[in-house]
């Protein structure tokens, strides 16, 4: 009870400061400069000052916040990255040339990038398949609802979830994980799932698939409704059957948010951590990258140097698809 | 959608079929999970969660208090009891004295042992040991196999909130979200409001700076961070574990898409209605205070999922900015020291998973309309 | 007393754009003015330089004598209605109305007064608890109106108000404009819009914009009979005045002239000698047509009709003069058995004869 109120309290002081600054200091601005009850002329000479200022007050904190925690810390990774362990000698490219003589770390590339290919394509693919199918029936919603669900679970409390299904007894124990009992039951042998190398990958894989598919689907399902009937009566007319419907005239007008869809699924699977993490902590040559830089974060101590090298590397894989967004954002804003 | 009426029913039916496949696969993982948390433990143990409501086979074992109980009965000694400690409808199918045969003999029948010994457990569970001489030293051990009915229980629940301490993590987990989802649901409301209609130099470079923030990788903060954490920490004398410290380092990581999401959606509001305000003589702040945080209601509730969805749901920024210990360690946090250390107890895992997510699932599935008008503004256009 | 008064105004956006050039008007108080001209001539642009929502490149704007160039719009005195009405969808009317006077923290009791006059003014009474989205086309419009109302202003603007509303609205709502003009003789009133009907039924004066320049300036009837140029003689009227290029062979009292198809005209207006020769344009209103009766009777149209429109209380003639040559309107009274092929010939009273020069300036009328 009494953390409880310590909690609250804690959390009043938080959100108060933060109303505090935007309230007083535009109050403070309306204070110095008022634009009431005064003469014209120093009406109009206050305006044009608090015109100027209040913009700034408005964005600062936004500003700071993001000047701090995100763009900062993108050069200073970047200057880590040619220091030593402890971040105080310079050394060079040594930390680039231990990276790329790392057995360890082309593991965790390789693997990242069989989960590029696979989560994204899989988890789009599935979605697009359930959004079209959903469409055609009555309780399409209920079913949408019940697959868009595992959005709203921890990456750690799905680990658990599919550790639980993955789980393996050794001799004639009962199965007590589906997937072993599934097998058991059609007279197969049960096997430790995550322990077995390469293919423990895609067992880890399918959590984030079965996560992201209701993602995917929710979009490309807005999408697909988007298109307009009349396209579709057209084909009807021109004699197109319903899969030539499908890949000619649907999929071509929401190639779009298809890509959408792909790049923001790409970029999460860049980023996986919790999973592998909790499944196997990278281990039966399960590692990934992000996975891999918080290991050396704090492995015997902390190496920021060799961190530092990890998290750029997963920047730059991410650099392309940063462009193609600004740019794509660029034109829909010349477009309004 | 367009389908001509005589290849309509076998083609909805095989879809039909399909979703339905669908929907269970992907519902039979979280169902498998709650089904579990709610089983005995012992159960738990032996049978998968499916078979929860059929009675299960349970190998057991139990040891005959003695001496105190035994009575004299025709020149020998008894003792009576019953071998089940839970009262119910299990039912001893065989049973057996020694671990070498736990299954010698069925239910009813009475199995000779050595020194003159008997030994008789009925289906019920009541036994019958009798001996010629006085019962000493340790009680006999009575191995029997019961068909035990299913039984639920929120044992598994009390556990994990009391003794492993999830209920603390419960409390520390509200403590990081809640501030964590507004303080950036403010900031990003005003920046956003500024970048959408007022005018300043720089405005379209940082639009497009937000925009490109949006992909740029959590892995890229967190090393420099920690260590400027570590520097201010030690400056304030507060140590660089600090909740503001992880309130601060989670909307800094929100506020891109709060701001992608908020401007796009303050941009859309029909400029009239904000020069109708001008003429009507509010203030800029006037206006966002009474025209704009009003009419922009719908995506600020569905940021504020999004991050409460984020923000309860991270393990990483919990694990490098908030201590591994007792008062800080969030639910995420708790629930993977347990993975470590009670990585078989699956009657804790599964019950510590649940109380993670049950918060978010009921968010998802009391706002969900919300959240999709969210995401659908953040990715179609 | 509110009198505007703009001098050399001029509109020039960042991308150096001039979109107002040189912009010289006086509004009296009390007058109700309409800016209109076709979509792009900037006449928004003015309205919005008037309330202070566009700042003023050049020149100065005077309300009351007052140089209002840099003041805030919520200072000038003045109150604006917008075309998709711009009511606060989170406010229920009565708070829309009420929001200026809040702003300007008048108190309670004068702002309900104020609140209730205006909508019992325009039948609003009964609505005053709902929002904006439970109500009509119509009376969001006039929720809009009521709030610049309850602002009490010098000057109400009012740009297109008009134009979301159907057919049948837009003459009611047009009506009601009118009466809300006679209600208040004090106010002035500027009104933008592009439809020409609205411009001559509510204005005391139009002011036709083309371009970002003013062409005319003047009475609704004025602009009609005596168009400044080609530009408002064709704006002003429908089906628009028929334009045929001509000859002056004859500059001696009343003109005379020679249209390229060869008919001899003659009007009432005096020429200069040393114009004779000079390339004009004839102008003639489709409504000032009538089919010749009798051989007296100058022709001044002839040729092959092209289509027939019957529109029951007229006929409209497309006829074809010329092989190239624009078609000539003419807009007959009731129903009139032509059709195509047939040829006609048409007449007009020389009063009602319009005649440009080549620059398409009018040539004054004696």
């Not at chain 2, 403010?186 to 209609?197: G, P, R, S, V």
């Not at chain 3, 092209?306 to 078609?327: D, M, N, P, W």
């Amino acid at each position: 009870m009494g953390q409880l109120i310590s909690a609250l309290f804690v959390m009043s002081i938080g959100v108060l400061g933060c109303a505090v600054y935007f309230y007083g200091s535009n109050l403070l601005l309306d204070f110095c400069f008022p634009t009431k009850n005064r003469p014209h002329l120093v009406i109009a000479r206050n305006l044009r000052i608090t015109n100027t200022i209040r913009p700034w007050l408005f964005i600062g904190p936004a500003l700071l916040a993001l000047g701090f925690y995100l763009i900062f810390p993108v050069f200073d990774s970047l200057r880590l990255s040619f220091l030593d362990r402890t971040g105080e000698n310079f050394i060079g490219f040594d930390n680039y040339r231990w990276l790329f003589s790392s057995a360890e770390f082309f593991e965790s590339f390789k693997n990242n990038m069989l989960w590029l290919i696979v989560v994204p394509t899989a988890a789009t693919f599935l979605g697009l398949v359930i959004a079209t199918m959903t469409d055609r029936i009555w309780w399409g919603n209920i079913a949408k609802s019940l697959i868009f669900m595992p959005m709203a679970i921890s990456f750690i409390g799905a680990s658990v979830i599919w550790k639980f299904i993955y789980d393996f007894r050794s001799g004639d124990d009962a199965q007590i994980g589906l997937l072993n009992a599934i097998v058991v039951f059609f007279g197969g042998e049960p096997q430790a799932w995550i322990t077995m190398p390469f293919w423990n990958n895609f067992f880890l894989m399918a959590i984030l698939i079965w996560i992201q598919t209701g993602f995917a689907m929710v979009i490309l399902s807005a999408a697909l409704r988007g298109i307009s009937e009349e396209t579709i009566e057209a084909a009807v007319l021109d004699g197109a059957n319903g899969v030539q419907i499908f890949f000619r005239i649907m999929v071509p007008q929401i190639w779009g948010t298809i890509a959408v869809v792909w790049t923001t699924i790409t970029i999460l699977v860049l980023k996986v951590f919790d999973i592998v993490l909790a499944m196997t902590n990278g281990q039966w040559n399960t590692q990934v990258l992000a996975n891999q830089m918080f290991d050396w974060m704090f492995r015997g101590g902390g190496d920021s140097g060799r961190g530092a090298v990890i998290a750029i590397i997963i920047m730059v894989l991410v650099i392309p698809i940063m462009v193609w967004n600004i740019r794509r954002a660029n034109a829909e804003m010349e477009g309004r | 959608m367009v389908s001509s009426a005589n290849t309509r029913s076998p083609l909805t039916f095989v879809v039909h079929l399909t979703v339905l496949f669908l929907v269970v696969m992907w519902t039979i993982p979280t169902a498998g999970l709650f089904i579990s948390s709610i089983r005995d433990k012992d159960q738990l143990s032996v049978s998968g969660w499916w078979t929860a409501l059929s009675a299960s086979e349970q190998r057991l074992v139990t040891r005959i208090e003695i001496p105190k109980d035994q009575t004299m009965e025709n020149g020998v000694y008894v003792i009576r009891g019953n071998v089940f400690t839970q009262a119910g409808d299990s039912s001893v199918q065989q049973f057996g004295y020694s671990s070498l045969k736990p299954q010698a003999f069925e239910a009813g029948t009475k199995a000779q042992m050595k020194r003159g010994k008997t030994l008789i457990v009925q289906a019920n569970g009541d036994y019958v040991i009798t001996s010629p001489k006085a019962f000493k030293g340790r009680g006999q051990r009575v191995f029997y196999t019961a068909e035990v009915p299913p039984r639920f229980t929120l044992d598994n629940y009390r556990e994990v909130l009391t003794s492993e301490g999830l209920g603390k993590s419960f409390i520390n987990s509200l403590t990081v979200t809640i501030p964590a989802t507004i303080i950036p649901i403010l900031m990003a409301a005003f920046a956003a409001y500024a970048l959408a209609w007022m005018k300043f130099p720089g405005r379209a470079l940082m639009v497009a700076a937000v925009v490109g923030l949006l992909v740029v990788p959590l892995q890229m903060s967190l090393i420099p961070l920690l260590r400027s954490y570590n520097v201010i920490g030690e400056f304030l004398g507060t140590g660089s574990k600090t909740y503001v410290g992880i309130w601060l380092a989670h909307t800094a990581f929100g506020l891109p898409l709060a701001i992608y999401l908020l401007r796009n959606y303050i941009a859309g509001l029909p400029r009239e209605i904000i020069e109708s305000a001008r003429v009507d003589g509010a203030s800029e702040f006037d206006i966002f205070r009474k025209i704009i945080l009003p009419l922009s209601f719908p995506a600020l509730a569905s940021f504020s999922i999004f991050q409460f969805l984020w923000v309860w749901n991270d393990l990483l920024i919990a694990m490098v900015f908030l201590g591994n210990n007792e008062e800080q360690l969030v639910l995420t946090g708790r629930l993977r020291e347990l993975l470590g250390s009670r990585g078989g107890n699956w009657e804790i895992l599964t019950a510590s998973a649940f109380i993670t997510i049950i918060v978010p699932l009921c968010v998802f599935i009391g706002l969900q309309r919300f959240l999709v008008r969210g995401l659908l503004s953040g990715s179609v256009k | 007393m509110a009198d505007l008064k703009l001098t050399n105004v001029k509109k020039i956006y960042d991308n150096n754009v001039e979109v107002m050039r040189d912009i010289n008007l006086d509004i009296k108080q009390g007058e109700f003015i309409v800016f209109v001209g076709p979509s792009g001539c900037g006449k928004s642009t003015l309205l919005r330089m008037i309330s202070g929502l566009e700042s003023i490149s050049g020149g100065t704007l005077e309300i009351d004598g007052d140089v209002v160039n840099d003041i805030p719009p919520a200072l000038r005195g003045i109150a604006m209605v917008f075309q998709s009405y711009a009511l606060y969808p989170h406010m229920t009317v009565y708070d829309n109305m009420a929001f200026s006077l809040q702003i300007a923290k008048v108190n309670k009791e004068e702002i309900d007064k104020q609140v209730r006059k205006a909508a019992d003014m325009l039948q609003l009474t009964s609505y005053l608890d709902r929002l904006p989205k439970a109500l009509s086309g119509g009376q969001r419009q006039r929720v809009a109106i009521g709030r610049a109302i309850v602002r009490q202003p010098k000057v109400f603007l009012f740009d297109e108000p008009l134009s979301n509303l159907d057919a049948a609205l837009r003459v009611a709502t047009r009506m009601e404009i009118a009466n809300l003009k006679e209600s208040m003789p004090e106010s002035t009133m500027i009104y933008v819009t592009h439809d020409q009907v609205e411009a001559m039924t509510l204005a005391d004066r139009i002011v036709l914009l083309s371009a970002g320049n003013i062409e005319q300036v003047g009475a609704p009837l004025d602009l009609y009979e005596n168009p400044a140029n080609v530009f408002v003689a064709k704006f002003i009227g429908s089906p628009a005045m028929n334009i045929m290029p001509a000859t002056i062979t004859n500059s001696e009292n009343d003109a005379e002239l020679t249209l390229n198809t060869g008919h001899l005209v003659q009007m009432p207006i005096r020429l200069n000698s040393s114009e004779k020769g000079l390339l004009a344009q004839f102008g003639v209103r489709p409504e000032d047509l009538t089919v010749c009766q009798s051989e007296a009777d100058t022709v001044v149209v002839e040729g092959d009709v092209s289509f027939v429109e019957s529109l029951g209380e007229a006929t409209l003639l497309y006829v074809k003069t010329q092989e190239g040559a624009e078609l000539v309107v003419a807009k007959l009274a009731g129903t009139l058995q032509y059709k195509r092929g047939d040829k006609v010939s048409l007449t007009a009273k020389p009063e009602k004869m319009h005649l440009f020069n080549a620059a398409g300036d009018n040539y004054r009328r004696l």
